[in-house]
């Protein structure tokens, strides 16, 4: 049994959260609240670009997803959550698990049954002939394989934290948005407008959600519960990081995809169904040890 | 003058109070008496995993009402179905099931899943009303349900009653072939649904009761973007074949990471996953991966496929003549009973289906039979539904192969030779 395989592996699953628990984090850090709602952002990238991909090459298809994810993340947030900016975390969050659960029914009845499938082809490259390097029955390098998909998401997810780190260091955007995490009220004393920078937060998150919505999508199939089937690790990725930080998430959502991955491969047979309860084992231990997560943000509300 | 133009009160409470005793008496089973409308159940499974199965579902169910209802209905009333969506969850199910029985009036349950059935069988047990399901194959109801071969006595009923052959049978059938083909050694991946690991543990127990050796069996979720951690775990034996049950989303994502992967060997798929989606989506690397599927050699299938094929277009798939079979036992249920009560139906469903009576593969040759004072033998289209005293149903099993993006149907193994795996008394 290779350890690096499954180091692969493992990567491969923390990129798809890490894109997705970004934008989660972000609208927790800056808006304040725990969008519940946020699988449903996901499927709806991945339904359009499922939709444009029927005309489109891909990447422009994940474009135009992005794009989608974006503007309904916005008109969503305008409709139900902006109205609601003044009453605290505890009803954004329950109207966030409502919305989601009407978004949720309804890409059901737009969408009707049945999963979706993106038209895409996978190259396989294998790595042969490396040496054996073994600790019992568990070989630390063994031969292994990467395939061109696994490549795209790795490689997203790289292109996206490069552009996030850029964007939070770089622009004024970015750093009001730091601002406006680390303290509202003195960012908006120092002339921050600190509803253009929600705005732009939701558009983000958005954003994120489409690019990670096609990811999955392409990796599995589009269907109603594309989002909703993954919004628990993407929870779990970013309360592990430390929530409201996106580095932290990014380091959060490696962990849990590495945690899945070798406890498949190395847990006892009759254990390997529990694979994702491992992972949120591990972040039960972690917050007793460190309650602020891996960033050092701790949670205090809701 | 303020009246005029209005109904008064007790006029309105009079009109008020007999058009629901009326429209209540409409709804309701109305026993021996003709003209009105009965009403039979189905939870369906319009959401969820196993969605892509329930429209030929539906439409046997659709067309088989159609066909009995244009012969005059059972004792001369319309069935009426009320179908309600489950998603395949057990909870949802338990609320479906008391709203189609509470609610609705139906007087029988046309539907449920293994893993709706198993958890909620206290539940069942309780509504006293008879469920007639094509859906499943769990080895659980190999020893539970049915009338217990004394269908007058309810005291010792069961009241779930399938028309599709149990996991046991069919996993037998694919353990046959795979050790006809030489795979002494196979792995095994499953989801963790009671669906999944019922055809699971049904592959094993027969492959291994038949000399053959499991290398590794390991338990996946359903849902993962990817199951290249269990593949690379499993093929870290060594085994000629690989058997894979889980709902065909999943199945779809784990047989694509398998041959991005190009690990090899031969997949043996369990019955839901004889899809074209499968095919046509992981490519041709599933060449020659097979499933061995309840058979359609009812000796009414050519009656169901003509009746279906004016229904609409949906595809038929192992479940489909069962529902038919379903409609039809539990429409001629009725009729033999004289009233359409959940007892009279439940005390009925196995003399319809057993013993020497004149044989009828229709509801009309059974009502026929019935007014000409004969006892009848229903003959369906999946198998010729004999009901066991457990509610089971022998059936042949067939084998689908993948040839490029669809299944062909290959090899037929009849229900004598699988016989063994289902010994008299426990089946």
């Known amino acids: 049994m290779g350890l690096a395989q499954n180091v692969v592996f493992g990567l491969v699953t923390g990129s798809y959260i ?106 396989t490259f294998h790595l042969r002939g490396l ?69 732009a937060v939701w558009v983000l998150a958005g954003v994120l959600a489409g690019l990670a919505g096609v990811l999955i999508g392409i990796q599995t199939n589009v269907n109603v519960t594309t989002g909703f089937s993954h919004i628990l690790q993407i929870l779990a990725a970013a309360i ?63 | 003058m303020a009246n005029e133009g209005h109904v008064n009160r007790r006029t309105f409470l ?48 659709d067309v088989a009402i159609q066909q009995i209802n244009d012969a005059g209905g059972p004792l001369g009333n319309e069935l009426e179905l009320q179908r309600r969506d489950t998603g395949v969850d057990p909870n949802e199910a338990r609320s479906v099931t008391t709203q189609l029985i509470e609610n609705d009036d139906a007087v029988a349950i046309l539907g449920l899943f293994s893993s709706e059935i198993n958890p909620l069988w206290d539940f069942l047990q309780e509504q006293e009303t008879p469920v007639v399901t094509p859906w499943p194959g769990s080895n659980f109801l190999d020893t539970n349900g049915g009338d217990h071969d004394t269908p007058d006595d309810l005291s010792d009923d069961e009241w779930v009653w399938r028309t599709v052959i149990s996991d046991t049978v069919h996993t037998a059938g694919a353990a046959l072939r795979a050790l006809d083909q030489d795979h002494d050694t196979v792995g095994v991946i499953n989801g963790t649904t009671e669906g999944a690991r019922s055809w699971a543990d049904g592959f094993i127990e027969a492959f291994e009761a038949n000399d053959g050796t499991i290398a590794e069996r390991i338990e996946v979720e359903q849902e993962q973007s990817s199951y290249q951690s269990a593949l690379d775990r499993l093929f870290g034996n060594d085994f000629s074949a690989f058997a894979v049950s889980m709902p065909l989303e999943s199945a779809t994502t784990l047989l694509s990471d398998w041959a991005d992967g190009e690990y090899g060997r031969k997949p043996i798929l369990s019955d839901p996953l004889a899809q074209p989606d499968l095919a046509s989506q992981v490519g041709s690397a599933l060449d020659g991966a097979w499933a061995a599927s309840p058979g359609q050699s009812g000796p009414g299938y050519d009656t169901f496929e003509s009746a279906y094929q004016d229904g609409g277009d949906a595809e038929i798939n192992a ?47 059974g009502q026929q039979a019935l007014e000409d004072g004969d006892e009848i033998n229903y003959q369906g289209a999946a198998t010729p539904v004999d009901f066991t005293g457990f509610g089971n149903v022998v059936g042949s099993v067939v084998i689908n192969e993948v040839q490029g993006d669809s299944f062909e149907q290959v090899e037929t193994i009849p229900a004598e030779d699988i016989q063994e795996f289902v010994p008299e008394g426990e089946y």
């Open chain 2, 319 to 365: 479940w489909t003549p069962p529902a038919w079979d379903v409609v039809n036992v539990t429409a001629l249920a009725i009729e033999r009973a004289g009233e359409a009560s959940a007892e009279a139906i439940e005390q009925n469903l196995g003399p319809v289906t057993r013993g020497d009576g004149t044989e009828v593969s229709t509801f009309e040759e």
């Open chain 2, 14 to 61: 009079k009109v008020a109070g007999g058009s629901g005793l009326a429209a209540t008496a409409g709804c309701i089973g109305l026993g021996g008496d003709s003209g009105g409308t009965i009403v039979l159940g189905q939870p369906a499974a319009q959401t969820g995993q196993w969605d892509f199965l329930q429209p030929g579902v539906s439409q046997a169910t």
């Open chain 1, 131 to 199: 040496p054996d390097l073994s600790v019992g029955s568990v070989d630390l390098l063994g031969n292994f394989f990467v395939t061109s998909r696994m490549l795209v998401v790795v490689g997203c997810a790289v292109a996206v934290f490069l552009v996030l780190h850029a964007l939070l260091t770089r622009t004024d955007i970015g750093i009001a948005m730091r601002a406006m995490g680390d303290d509202e009220s003195l960012a908006r004393v120092r002339g921050i407008d600190t509803q253009f920078v929600r705005n």
């Open chain 1, 18 to 123: 890490a894109i997705a628990a970004i934008g989660f984090t972000l609208i927790y850090g800056i808006v304040n609240m725990i969008n519940f709602a946020y699988g449903e952002y996901l499927t709806i990238g991945a339904f359009t670009g499922v939709l444009a991909a029927g005309a489109l090459p891909l990447p422009l298809a994940a474009l135009a997803a992005m794009v989608g994810g974006g503007v309904a993340s916005l008109l969503l947030a305008w409709a139900f959550f902006t109205p609601i900016n003044d009453t605290g975390p505890v009803p954004m969050l329950l109207t966030s698990i409502g919305l989601g659960l009407v978004l949720r029914n309804a890409i059901r009845i737009a969408a009707g049954q049945g999963a979706r499938y993106y038209d895409t082809t996978t190259s």
């Open chain 1, 240 to 302: 592990l990081g430390g929530a409201g930080s996106p580095y932290g998430a990014i380091a959060g959502s490696y962990v849990i995809g590495l945690v899945v991955a070798l406890s498949t491969a190395f847990l006892p047979s009759s254990m390997t169904g529990l694979s994702s309860a491992m992972a949120f084992l591990v972040l039960v231990v972690v917050l007793l040890v460190k309650p602020s997560g891996i960033a050092g943000t701790e949670v205090r509300e809701a």
